[in-house]
């Protein structure tokens, strides 16, 4: 039944499944990060979106204190501009706002005052560094859960320290956390490592988001690609995706 779906499903020029209309995660407000340079850009890329049969798009941000220190006012101010932008063409999308929190100082500050940009039921994202271990991950899961946070790792394929170390996403994953992969980390997109690391987590059922992690316009043309790999077919078969509840 299910290869009869798929079969069908690639037929259709990359007609979206049911479980992923919902898209989480993608950079779309423009000149806020190192996502959309422009609204122009931004448009572009929601209205190639929305012809994949995206119905909503949960764009969200960085909050990086070292990098891109956007407060949640800078975040709303502009997410406005970018709805009103949109309105005025006439694209029928849903889009909603929240952010990719990086795990700093800052993040544990604004966890503490209970300040965080969420989506569907109170979810925070964020995101670690690619390269460098962390360190107290439990203990900032738990305190996320404490304030009534739901946490859900941006990615967790691409970073280094996990992907060389498979089981310890198990270990995260029990402590509180949920997933969101990358779907273009299922055709190669970010390499070799990635794609053996997001296999792995699809085909043991730890995946709960996906998202397409859009930053410019590459990013929607790998998306068709990618929603045609095996790996891809594989991730409702294997998983309980959440998309379909934001």
Request: aromatic content about 12%.
């Amino acid at each position: 039944m299910l290869s009869k779906i798929f079969k069908n499903f690639k037929k259709t020029d990359n007609k979206l499944p049911d479980f992923y209309t919902t898209d989480l995660h993608s950079h779309l407000i423009p000149e806020i990060d190192d996502g959309s340079k422009s609204m122009t850009q931004s448009i572009e890329m929601i209205k190639e979106l929305k012809n994949l049969g995206f119905k909503k798009l949960i764009t969200t941000p960085h909050t990086m204190s070292h990098r891109f220190p956007n407060t949640k006012d800078d975040i709303l101010r502009k997410f406005d501009l970018l709805k009103e932008e949109v309105s005025k063409q006439n694209i029928d999308i849903c889009l909603e706002v929240a952010s990719e929190y990086y795990y700093d100082e800052h993040f544990f500050e604004l966890i503490k005052n209970k300040e965080l940009l969420t989506f569907g039921d109170n979810y925070v994202l964020f995101e670690l560094s690619y390269t460098t271990p962390v360190f107290g991950i439990e203990q900032t899961i738990y305190e996320l859960l404490k304030a009534g946070y739901k946490p859900v790792l941006a990615h967790p394929e691409r970073y280094t320290y996990f992907s060389q170390n498979l089981e310890k996403y198990n270990q995260i994953k029990e402590a509180g956390l949920s997933f969101q992969i990358n779907v273009n980390s299922t055709n190669n997109f970010y390499g070799k490592n990635v794609k053996k690391a997001v296999e792995y987590l699809i085909n043991n059922g730890l995946v709960d988001f996906v998202g397409s992690d859009t930053h410019r316009p590459n990013y929607v043309d790998a998306l068709k690609e990618s929603m045609n790999s095996k790996n891809f077919r594989k991730i409702e078969e294997k998983n309980e995706i959440k998309n379909i509840y934001l």
